[in-house]
């Protein structure tokens, strides 16, 4: 197999791996605005995610310097031309980290409803965008003969992509309310289990449609077996959540992600970013990747270090994957206080 395949394969990992651990933190974070009902269900919410939710986006960094290094024209013409939703991307991103580290710095209510908006906005934004740009290049982008993105912000905005972006946003929701249901115990539990349902027959509808139009545009045999596996597992998930299994639901969920991103980079192969005007200028694996001595020295660093990544985050899911409840949240740190704004001597 060449080098180039290689990364193109472990690139596509990477962001299987950002998709199924960064969802559902972006479906919790979108959870704590509809599924808490006080400030101590909304802490066993964040709790959840607390110990893990950094390393997740780690595996976005990776790709994304991944791809700089192995592919930069893909690289380069995937930040000029997806620059505004990119640059949107990263401001929710922003806005969330900032929400989750410093919400508990002040204990003043008003000051942590603040926060929780600019968690569900960091959280709601990366979710639909994400599909948004995942399918626009998928579908195919105006690029021209020099490599160049020559379209503009609305030609991103397109049915294909717009679906795309609604099933990354519900998938996430349903990704993270099972999880939430696998991390907690008692209502919050519950209500968590009857949440990921509703909203996953919206998504799988969604998702199911999103599947026949990528399959049948493509129409690769492995297209269609990646979409089928992934609406196979995702309805398996839904299942187990129905019958209190949410271990099995949030395997279900996870393959399911999984799935849809081979599908998306089976239909994209081997093209990295196609051209709707003219397929002669599609960007390849062939034409937008690095030296092959470059490839080479990114293959060993590679091969040493991505064991070790992959490691320490699964031990530190293992040291972390007890239940929580309300009764773990100390009383007295929710003590009440004023929604003002502590006065200012004159």
Request: hydrophobic share 55%; proline share 5%.
């Amino acid at each position: 197999m060449e080098l180039t395949t290689v990364w193109f394969v472990l690139i596509a990992v990477l962001w299987i791996g950002y998709l199924v651990l960064e969802g559902f933190d972006f479906g919790v974070g979108m959870l704590t605005a509809v599924l808490a009902r006080d400030e101590k269900e909304r802490r066993v919410l964040l709790n959840t995610i607390g110990p893990v939710w950094d390393g997740n986006e780690v595996w976005l960094l990776v790709a994304g310097g991944a791809t700089f290094a192995a592919f930069p024209e893909w690289y380069a013409t995937l930040f000029s031309g997806f620059y505004l939703p990119l640059f949107l991307i990263l401001v929710a991103l922003i806005l969330r980290i900032v929400a989750l580290e410093y919400r508990s710095k002040r204990p003043a209510m008003i000051w942590k409803r603040r926060c929780d908006v600019g968690i569900l906005i960091g959280s709601v934004v990366p979710a639909l965008l994400w599909g948004v740009a995942l399918a626009n290049i998928v579908r195919g982008v105006p690029i021209d003969a020099d490599k160049e993105f020559v379209g503009s912000f609305f030609d991103l905005l397109n049915p294909y992509a717009l679906l795309g972006g609604l099933v990354t946003l519900t998938v996430f929701l349903v990704h993270g309310a099972v999880f939430v249901g696998l991390k907690t115990v008692g209502d919050i539990r519950d209500r968590a289990r009857l949440l990921a349902l509703r909203v996953g027959v919206v998504a799988a509808a969604l998702a199911v449609v999103f599947i026949v139009w990528t399959a049948a545009r493509d129409g690769d045999l492995a297209v269609w077996i990646a979409g089928g596996v992934a609406a196979l597992a995702f309805v398996a998930a839904l299942a187990a959540t129905s019958a209190r299994r949410e271990g099995w639901a949030f395997i279900g969920t996870a393959l399911s992600i999984a799935a849809v991103t081979v599908m998306l980079f089976t239909a994209l192969f081997p093209d990295v970013m196609p051209s709707s005007l003219d397929p002669a200028w599609n960007l390849t694996t062939t034409n937008a990747s690095s030296t092959p001595y470059t490839l080479r020295i990114m293959t060993w660093v590679a091969a040493a270090f991505t064991p070790i990544v992959i490691g320490y985050q699964a031990w530190s899911y293992w040291v972390f994957r007890r239940r929580i409840g309300t009764h773990h949240i100390p009383d007295d740190v929710l003590a009440p206080t004023p929604d003002l704004e502590p006065s200012r001597e004159r």
